[in-house]
């Protein structure tokens, strides 16, 4: 048993913790061990949500032939991906050394210096079919590291200058910055809507087969949403609208991580946060109110604690009959479950994913009149304030049942918490928690008093020297992305305009990877197109949010529509957030001042006049 992992801020590594496996906890601490012994590590990454993780779990780490081989002959180490997010990705880039099927589990075999010298992603216990054994793995590479160990320094060498150049490419490119044009915008889209999938939506290569798996890629949905040509819009709606009838849309109305064949059927089962608070965005933008509903409704009902914040996932497998299922839970008609113990949740509150659903649920029940969805990301926000603020004011990575993680915050943490605040700020017209968002930002920035910002290299990886990674809007927005929306967010809501140059640097420096890979980077381009376009901006002042005039502000769907008192107005204004200066209610009527980045109409009395154009 490993007390290192039954204390842990992740449900992963507490998964592991009654194992025979002498695990150890992502740490400086074991390739300290590594090197005492001189032997190598093995790094073991997962999540708890992860169905092979489970299946590999049970079959080799709970065996204790396997766990004497790995606790004799190396140090094992146990990290759950969600947790430690830099760690994943520069250990997927070393493994996509050895081969091109990267997933989860990942196992990687280093130095006790942390050089990576092979690895894989799920092995069975003994060979099955093409598949080696896990314990032929664990044997080959005892052996290697006794009997062959020049050549493993070789490979681990070889790889460490590859990964090292590469870094050294992306650093070069930043340092001549360039800018994604509406122009190549327009033909980034293009390129895109080129891979769209004219059977079933979505997005798939030319000739792709049967098994060709499908994820929701929800970031390019978004950026094709910010694009003025109409098609890209209409493909995003075509896109959202084919996956809410396929099966990758539970009956619930939450949809599953992704489908394992092109026609969106046989869902892989697990429920992430992410996925979902993205989608409600994405169905939100195309005007699909009922799908966006039902995914917050999702949220709400399943993934929110009693906390009030929210899981980062729900499991794929559940007890049924006393067999373990995949999916069979998912299977079953809504009104025949209740009788069924749910698959489990990963109740372990991380802060990027939080404000992601934060601010979506705001910016939906701002727009429908949902004001339960408001109240559940009021909620959110405080639990994420009393569980991942550090004492000095930092935040951390996640929590677990009020245990803060080791891990610190990333830049995906501060950008999107303070995104999710500014757009609940928005939704409440309660500036404390724009007040919030600023502060966060205003972290990521080195200033004369701080040159060390937070958000910055996971300490263990930078003392081992390894490369650093290029940061992708895969599955969701990268830290840079995140914190250049919310950035930019702050600037149209009047905080200044260094919010808006510090999110023109972010894309800047990215903006030459995101044109040769728009699919990687698509949250990049997206805040581009934010950044490009005549912003709009309205603030009502009335005494309720079911005010008339309130409800058609919403109604516009513009970049900022905020609802406050005149009391409300003046606090934005003395925080410091120009664009409230000076609202009243006029003749003590509710009054809508619409703008275009901060150029205003005459005040509005009447919601017709929001169709007018600005002069």
């Known amino acids: 048993m490993s007390s290192e992992l039954s204390r842990a801020a992740s449900p992963y ?15 400086e601490a074991a390739f300290t061990e ?3 012994r001189d032997v190598p590590v093995m790094v073991s990454i997962g999540y708890a949500t992860c169905h092979w993780c489970h299946v590999m779990a049970a079959e080799s780490f709970s065996d204790p032939d396997i766990a004497t081989r790995l606790n004799r002959s190396m ?6 991906r969600e947790e430690h997010p830099e760690v994943d990705a520069v250990f997927l ?3 996509a050394a050895f081969t091109p099927h990267l997933g989860w589990p990942l196992t990687v075999f280093t130095t006790p210096e942390g050089k990576p010298f092979f690895a894989g992603t799920y092995w069975p216990p003994t060979a099955r079919g093409t598949l080696p054994g896990f314990v032929d793995v664990i044997d080959a590479v005892d052996r290697a590291w006794r009997e062959r160990r020049e050549a493993v320094a070789e490979t681990s060498g070889a790889l460490q200058q590859a990964l090292d150049a590469a870094a050294r490419e992306r650093g070069d490119e930043a340092l001549e910055p360039a800018w994604p044009t509406a122009e190549v915008r327009a033909q980034l889209a293009a390129r895109i809507a080129a891979r769209e999938d004219p059977e079933f939506g979505g997005f798939a290569p030319a000739g792709a087969d049967a098994a060709t798996p499908k994820f929701p890629v929800w970031p390019v949905l978004r950026f094709l949403q910010t694009e003025p040509d109409e098609t890209a819009a209409q493909l995003a709606a075509r896109t959202i609208d084919r996956m809410a009838r396929s099966p990758l849309r539970d009956a619930d109305g939450g ?7 092109r026609d969106w059927s046989l869902p892989h089962y697990e429920r992430m946060l992410t996925d979902n608070a993205g989608l409600i965005q994405v169905a939100l933008a195309a005007g699909r109110a009922d799908i966006a509903s039902a995914a917050a409704g999702f949220l709400v009902d399943t993934l929110q604690l009693p906390s009030g914040g929210f899981a980062a996932a729900q499991d794929s497998e559940s007890w049924i009959d006393g067999v373990r299922s995949e999916g069979g839970f998912y299977l079953r008609p809504l009104d025949q479950r209740s009788t069924l113990e749910p698959p489990r949740i990963d109740d372990k509150l ?3 994913w939080n404000g992601l659903a934060i601010g979506a649920l705001a910016a939906t029940g701002a727009r429908l009149g949902r004001e339960e969805f408001v109240s559940a990301a009021v909620r959110a926000a405080l639990a994420v304030e009393e569980s991942n603020l550090a004492d000095d004011g930092t935040l951390r990575r996640a929590s677990l049942d009020e245990i803060l993680s080791g891990a610190p915050a990333t830049l995906e943490d501060y950008g999107a918490l303070a995104q999710g605040l500014a757009v609940l700020a928005m939704a409440t017209g309660r500036v404390a928690y724009a007040v919030e968002a600023r502060r966060l930002v205003d972290l990521c920035w080195p200033t004369e008093e701080a040159a060390a910002v937070p958000g910055g290299r996971d300490t263990v990886l930078a003392a081992l020297g390894a490369p650093e990674v290029d940061d992708t809007d895969t599955d969701r927005p990268s830290g840079a992305a995140s914190l250049a929306e919310a950035a930019l967010t702050l600037w149209r809501l009047g905080a200044g305009e260094r919010y808006r140059r510090r999110a023109r640097t972010i894309v800047a420096a990215r903006a030459t990877r995101a044109v040769e890979d728009p699919f990687s980077h698509a949250a990049v381009l997206r805040v581009a197109a934010l950044m490009e376009s005549a912003g709009r901006q309205v603030v009502v002042v009335a005494g309720s949010d079911d005010d008339p005039l309130a409800r058609a502000a919403h109604a516009t769907g513009a970049d900022v529509v905020v609802r406050v008192s005149e009391a409300d107005a003046a606090a934005w204004s003395e925080a410091g957030f120009s664009l409230f200066a000076a609202r009243t209610a006029a003749d003590g009527r509710a009054t809508a001042y619409d703008c275009r980045e901060f150029v205003c109409r005459l005040p ?10 600005v002069a």
Do not use: C, I, M, N
């Open 13 to 27: 590594l507490r998964q592991h913790a009654e194992q025979p496996v002498a695990w150890h906890a992502w740490g």
């Open 34 to 36: 590594a090197r005492r």
């Open 75 to 80: 140090v094992s180490v146990k990290v759950d």
């Open 93 to 95: 880039a070393a493994a």
């Open 255 to 261: 949809f599953f991580r992704y489908a394992t064949r």
């Open 350 to 352: 991380v802060s990027a």
């Open 604 to 613: 509005l009395h009447d919601a017709s006049g929001f169709a007018e154009p």
